[in-house]
T-cell receptor, first 114, second 113 residues
Framework: DAGVIQSPRHEVTEMGQEVTLRCKPI?????LFWYRQTMMRGLELLIY????????DSGMPEDRFSAKMPNASFSTLKIQPSEPRDSAVYFC????????????FGEGSWLTVV | DQQVKQNSPSLSVQEGRISILNCDYT??????FLWYKKYPAEGPTFLIS?????DKNEDGRFTVFLNKSAKHLSLHIVPSQPGDSAVYFC????????????FGTGTQLKVEL
């Protein structure tokens, strides 16, 4: 299996621009998570989906952030407009409901907003 | 409100010695705990886990201990190897919370020769 695939790996954008991060979960996984890693806050959960339905988006910082999962094999995290404080590594992860220790992470998308 | 806390941002240990990484939590609803390891420019990878009904779980050089009354868990690595140098994240899942992981801020372990 190819694992969780994220794109782009690196993104540098100017403040005010729209940023779209993409994720392809592992086939057969019914949970999908978006995390953000910063030095100050570590890994924080932004939103997660179960069977393509958003379950908990309480970690989404503000209305500038939105996430969608149109089907079982694709999800996006969008930031519009982007701000310098959004600079972080964004991780997508997927897992199954049957095994609590089988949550696999992608390699992350490194976002820099200048 | 940090529900999972790793109070040591870094730890340095000599090769062959024991590494002990600590984690505290505040949410009594957590019933499953995990440790993830992260190398630079990679995503976190699962290392070892423990259910709240146990107090110890061992896997090769890695052992996780859980003290429910103190809301504390620790990861022991014996013997430590240079390849163990990475950031270690403690994470927890609450019963009924799906598979939603709440992470600590991580501890950077450096194993020196």
């Amino acid at each position: 299996d190819a694992g969780v695939i994220q794109s782009p790996r690196h993104e540098v954008t100017e403040m005010g621009q729209e940023v779209t991060l993409r994720c392809k979960p592992i086939s057969g996984h019914d949970y999908l998570f978006w995390y953000r890693q910063t030095m100050m806050r570590g890994l924080e959960l932004l939103i997660y989906f179960n069977n393509n339905v958003p379950i908990d988006d309480s970690g989404m910082p503000e209305d500038r952030f939105s996430a969608k999962m149109p089907n079982a094999s694709f999800s996006t995290l969008k930031i519009q407009p982007s701000e310098p404080r959004d600079s972080a590594v964004y991780f997508c992860a997927s897992g199954t409901g049957t095994h609590r220790n089988t949550i696999y992470f992608g390699e992350g998308s490194w976002l820099t907003v200048v | 409100d940090q529900q999972v806390k790793q109070n040591s941002p870094s730890l340095s240990v000599q090769e062959g010695r024991i590494s002990i990484l600590n984690c505290d939590y505040t949410n009594s609803m957590f019933d499953y705990f995990l440790w993830y390891k992260k190398y630079p420019a990679e995503g976190p990878t699962f290392l070892i886990s423990i259910s709240s009904i146990k107090d110890k779980n061992e896997d090769g050089r890695f052992t996780v201990f859980l003290n429910k009354s103190a809301k504390h868990l620790s990861l022991h690595i014996v013997p430590s190897q240079p390849g163990d140098s990475a950031v270690y994240f403690c994470a927890a899942i609450s019963g009924g919370g799906g598979n939603k992981l709440t992470f600590g801020t991580g501890t950077q372990l450096k194993v020196e020769l």
